[in-house]
């Protein structure tokens, strides 16, 4: 079961599995349901809606369509009516909704079928047996996920805040990236901007023809081209299937898809799906492909390009700093220094908001005060604000765990104070906020104490720390640490990046102004009645409250998009 929202109310989504049909005694191995099926057939049978129920606005509807078509065409009548039966108590609840194909459900049956891909037969022709066995194979999975979760079971009251936020980070977390509907927009614009980061940097120019040799593409434009094309051909839903083909003229891209088949890479059994990631696409019959799943190809789109670019480098030994690049997490590391923080992060800020009074980089702080520089400090008037920005990744192992100690201590780890009790996050906002108060900010900035308002802001890259409750934690423990300050010090607003690029436009043109987009929510989640309310994350807050605003947020175009949009023009050029 997993909870989500619905006009602020909770609503329960209930996923059909195995032993709401059938005895669980009854219950076989995967590998039983289908031993008689082709892999093609099996990935097609799935991949095929799991493409397009990421509209979010199609995907219920979408999955009823398969389930019902199934019903009809595929299932004993006695099956039929037990499915129909359980539907029916379902939607006969409160609040309730019934899921038959989900995210989560599909990568566990694509995972399992590649698993036993090699035992299975080449090609077959398909049957109401089969459908039947595939009914049987989808729900067995969706029970090793649910029968995952009853391991750590906790029953929680709706009255307690507390509760829900154990339920959320114990059960919606692990699902959480894969539930979610991704916008490929933030990830191109990002990709762009890094690959022109690569070349104008005498070493990441290096690295960049590393990178760009293990797909045998000639340059980035021609990389992000490819990849923004087979994207958007799958891109509007519902008359699409998974299928691309590509023509044997088209080499590049012939060469950059068998890159992201997973054909004949060793799997094994990954709750993070490690290797589908890496891998999203399958290759099958003739000169066609299947893709795996349409959240992981956007990955590839940014995120993909960096884990493989570290692949690449320890292979090639390539060198940073005199030093040998030894593993990804160097890489990760090397990454996050030189390129997200003081370009990426910078340069989205620079766009944002260049109508500020003052706006101070934490690169050029480091130069004029000795200790307690923010990454990105600016003033409006007497609204100052102050930035953290953290480039970390929730822990595989704990997001997992189903332990909500096990988590809370992870998020501690990232955002208060790391596993040497160096300061993070919000104590790195709590030593800013005490080096303003002594005067120490008196050399960058003119700051009136007495009328000063300050915003403390922590800026992610992780979509796992938008979950609901996250930022709760965070101010309920930021809020322990604040002396008596002759200013106000708001609470805590943390944001995903991915928010300020997604919005470029409306911050850079004022149409967002950010004060009032924080006092606003805090607002909310301070006096509102609604559980629900008081624990939204600020990226959704924000994205609602545009909607609600009647404010066009489709039509206007960011700043970084525009430049990669010419750079896909510069690339069409070529051809």
Known sequence: MIMTTKEREPVFVNSLSYNDIYSSDSKKSFFEYIKNISAEELLFSVCSYTVQIHNQKLSNSLAQIYLYNLIEKGLPKQIQKKVQTYINYILSKRNHQFNFINNTSSLIFIQHVLMNAEKLP???????????????????????????????????????????????????????????????????????????????????????NIFLKSYNIEDSDSY???????????????????????????????????????????????KDFKEIRNYPIYKASGSRYIYLSKNFLIDKIYQGI?????????????????????????????FGQEFTE?????????????????????????KIITAGEPDYYMRKKNDVFIFEFKNCLLNSEAKFSYDFNRIKEEIYI?????????????????NTINAISQGTFKAIDDINNKSTIIYPIIVYTDSS???????????????????????????????????????????????????????EYHYLINTSSNIQDRLISFDRFLEDKLINNNIEIEIEIPTMMKEFMELIERFQEKK
């Open 122 to 208: 080449i090609k077959t022709k398909r049957s109401a047996e089969k459908d039947h066995n595939i009914f049987k194979a989808y729900l067995w999975c969706t029970q090793k996920w649910i029968d995952e979760q009853e391991k750590n079971k906790y029953i929680y009251s709706s009255n307690s805040i507390e509760d829900i936020i154990k339920f959320l980070l114990e059960y919606r977390l692990p699902v959480q990236e894969l539930q979610e509907f991704k916008d490929f927009r933030p990830q191109f614009i990002k990709s762009s901007y890094f690959f022109k980061f690569c070349k104008s940097d005498k070493q990441f120019s290096d690295y960049l």
């Open 224 to 270: 992000l081209y490819h990849l923004l094309l087979f994207y958007m051909t799958n891109y509007e839903t519902f008359n699409v299937d998974c299928y691309t083909t590509v023509s044997k003229n088209h080499q590049v891209a012939l060469n950059f898809l068998e890159t992201l088949a997973i054909n004949n890479q060793p799997i094994k059994y990954d």
């Open 465 to 519: 720390f938008g979950l609901e409750g996250i930022n709760h934690i965070l101010n309920k423990e930021f809020k322990k640490h604040l002396k008596k300050y002759k200013f106000i010090v708001c609470n805590l607003t943390m944001i995903n990046i991915d928010t300020l690029i997604k919005f470029q436009n409306l911050f850079e043109k004022d149409k967002i102004k950010l004060n009032k987009f924080i006092d």
């Open 306 to 334: 960096i884990f493989k670019m570290g692949i690449e480098l320890v292979k090639e030994k390539a060198i940073y700093n005199n030093s040998r690049i030894k593993s990804s997490i160097d890489f990760m590391s090397i």
């Open 342 to 366: 003081n370009n990426l992060f910078y340069r989205c800020m620079e766009i944002n908001f260049k109508n500020m009074d003052s706006m101070q980089p934490g690169s050029e702080l480091k």
């Open 414 to 430: 990232k955002f208060v104070k790391d596993r040497k009790g160096k300061d993070e996050g919000i104590m790195q906002i709590i």
